[in-house]
């Protein structure tokens, strides 16, 4: 996935989300750069962009079907000016704002 693939990313969440009855959502932050995300035991040279994510996050949480969380892999250790935990927080921000408009 690259920057100019946010709109099929999100019609692919939601097209997902219809098929079931209800998503439970990982988001695995090796998949993000590390510059956003230098805190991890892998990080990604390159990675999925930030935005992409947080647009594919909406869409789960935008669905009503989204029961559970989690955003994963977080190793302070490794982390730059809190970049990670502030990046995953934006997410978890992201989940529950939309989550929260759909209820």
Sequence with gaps: MDAQQVEPVVARVREFAQQVDELYLT???DVLPASVAPGLSAPA???VPAHVILAACQAAAASGKLRHADVVELNPAFDVDSRTPRTAARLIHTIL???ARTR
């Design 27 to 29: 988001i695995d932050l």
């Design 45 to 47: 040279g390159l990675g």
């Design 97 to 99: 704002s939309e989550a």
